[in-house]
C-alpha cells in the first residue's frame, strides 16, 4: 500500500502519470508497503501468460528475492524510476523516504533494486549512471544501505501512516535496528539471482 498523502498525477507526455505527494512526507518515513491485497505471480505463472498479459506485468510489477512478480493493488505501481530517488526499498518488504519529500513532488524509485528482467534506459539526469540493469542490486546495494541507514533511526519518531501493515515481530526488529541494537538487513537480500530471471 502506498502512503495515503498521495496521488496519482499525470506528469508529462515523456513519463506518463507518476505518484505526487499531497502533504509534506520527511525522510524515514515508511512509503509503501507489501500488503494483503497485493498479488504475486510465479514466474510459471508469468511463462503461461498470454503476451497482453505479460507485458502488463513487466511494466508495473517487480520481483521479489524468489523472482516472483508483485503487482501492487493500489497507485503504487505508478511508482517512476530516477537515479536520485526519493525513496529506497529494504530488505523488510517495505520502503521509506531517503529525503524529505515536498507536495506536490513525485515519489520515485531507483529500478536497480526491483529485479528487473532487461536494461532498461532512463530519462537522463545528468547522472553517472544511464541505464538500469537486472544485476545493479549487487552493484549499489552497499550504496543503497548507507542511504538507509542514514535515515532508519526516524521511523520510530514520525508518523507512520502504513504501521499497521508491519507484522508486530517485524516491527520489533525494527525498533531494535533503529536503536542500533540489531544491524539493519542489507538491501541485497532482495536480489534474485540473474540466472533466474525471465
Request: proline residues 5%; glycine residues 4%.
Amino acid at each position: 500500500m502506498i502512503h495515503p498523502k498521495t496521488e496519482l498525477k499525470f506528469i508529462s507526455n515523456e513519463i506518463g502519470h507518476g505518484v505526487v505527494a499531497t502533504e509534506f512526507i520527511p525522510a524515514g518515513t515508511i512509503t509503501w508497503a507489501l500488503d494483503k491485497l497485493d498479488r504475486e505471480f510465479s514466474p510459471d505463472a508469468f511463462k503461461a501468460m498470454d503476451a497482453l498479459y505479460q507485458d502488463i506485468l513487466e511494466t508495473y510489477t517487480f520481483r521479489n528475492s524468489n523472482g516472483n512478480l508483485v503487482l501492487c493493488w493500489d497507485h503504487g505501481r505508478y511508482v517512476n524510476h530516477s537515479f536520485n530517488s526519493n525513496c529506497l526499498s529494504t530488505a523488510y518488504d517495505f520502503e521509506i523516504a531517503i529525503r524529505d519529500i515536498h507536495p506536490g513532488e513525485q515519489l520515485t524509485d531507483d529500478y536497480g533494486y526491483l529485479n528487473i528482467s532487461k536494461p532498461f534506459r532512463g530519462i537522463d539526469e545528468g547522472t553517472k549512471r544511464k541505464v538500469v540493469y537486472p544485476d545493479d542490486l549487487l552493484k549499489y546495494s552497499k550504496m543503497w544501505d548507507k542511504k538507509l541507514l542514514k535515515v532508519f533511526n526516524r521511523i520510530p519518531k514520525l508518523e507512520q501512516p502504513l504501521r499497521s501493515l508491519i507484522p508486530e515481530n517485524l516491527w520489533n526488529e525494527i525498533m531494535e535496528v533503529s536503536e542500533n541494537k540489531k544491524p539493519m538487513e542489507s538491501i541485497i537480500k532482495n536480489f534474485y539471482s540473474a540466472k533466474d530471471k525471465l
